[in-house]
């Protein structure tokens, strides 16, 4: 009985370690590959630079408020 008792806990323990240890695998997009960085750098090569202008400001319209009229007495 003490040995039964004795082994269902150290499987237990063993079970229980597992999930505390942190996965290292990587998904397919991650993991290096020449071919696929050969024909990424010839498509950028390929290409025609592109050149980024600042984009005109927002002009907003002025909003005018009345001003506050004080009355004489």
Known sequence: MKRT????????ALIGGVGVVPAH?????VTP????DARLQEQ????????YEPAA??????????AKHTHAH
């Open 57 to 66: 400001p927002v002009v907003r319209p002025v909003v005018r408020h009345r």
């Open 5 to 12: 008792r004795a082994a269902l806990l150290a499987v237990a």
């Open 25 to 29: 695998a990587a998904p397919p997009t």
């Open 33 to 36: 590959s020449p071919g696929y």
């Open 44 to 51: 950028r090569a390929a290409a025609p630079a592109t050149v």
